[in-house]
């Protein structure tokens, strides 16, 4: 199974520090947020990593390589000059992530989760990774009961942003600028997404407060 990094944001909660830095290379605890999804990946046995590269996207290869100082292959995916949201993303990279689901996350979020668990993930469609509602959205996402996931219903819990994905959710796409989450409602409509519930440490890093407060939680171990 290949994984995906989506990193090519414009990060505007985040401005002015984004002006001039892209969003993957913000440091946390003294090393780009990027290289923890990537440590992470590695270490749970992926060994091919495409990240999409959008709003100054020219500073992620000479910082992040070829992925040889983790024992992996990156490859790059080039979106510029404007990034094609989730969806366009995703579909733009299909080549690179070959014909088995493959797992795609947020690169905007820092997380403990243990990708090692989704390398045995049977995905037809799609798997996502829900967590409780944190504070910044008390509504949540999608309704989650016995591994389904749903548009409406109870136990509703906020998507993560860490999914598996099979390249026929984009059978009827075209190239172009897109969200996954339209594909998403619709193959929940049809009963084809299962999921599952994960309460270890998930962060969003999408504003300064958040950014600092997980700062302080990796400094202080």
């Known amino acids: 199974m290949r994984a995906m990094i989506l990193a090519a944001g414009r990060g505007e909660r985040l401005r002015p520090l984004t002006d001039t830095l892209p969003k993957p290379l913000v440091e946390i605890a003294g090393k780009p947020l990027i290289e923890y999804h990537i440590e992470s990946l590695a270490r749970a046995g992926f060994g091919e990593i495409v990240i999409n590269q959008g709003h100054l996207g020219d500073m992620l290869p000479p910082i992040i390589g070829d992925g040889s100082r983790w024992n992996i292959t990156i490859y790059w995916s ?66 989650l009961n016995n591994a389904r996931i749903k548009n409406q219903g109870e136990n509703r819990l906020t998507f993560s ?61």
């Open 78 to 143: 080039d979106e510029q000059p404007e990034a094609l949201e989730t969806g366009g993303g995703i579909h733009k990279a299909l080549p690179l992530l070959g014909s088995s689901p493959f797992l795609v996350i947020n690169g905007d979020i820092w997380t403990d989760y243990p990708f090692s668990r989704l390398r045995a993930i049977k995905c037809s469609w799609a798997h996502l990774v829900m967590i409780p509602n944190p504070p910044q959205h008390p509504e949540g996402d999608f309704a």
């Open 161 to 221: 942003g860490i999914g598996v994905y099979h390249p026929r959710l984009f059978d009827d796409c075209t190239a172009g600028k897109f969200s996954v989450v339209p594909l998403l409602r619709s193959a929940m409509e049809n009963q084809l997404v299962t999921g599952e519930k994960y309460a270890g440490k998930w962060e969003d890093i999408g504003t300064s407060e958040r950014l600092e407060a997980i700062r302080k939680l990796l400094q202080s171990g």
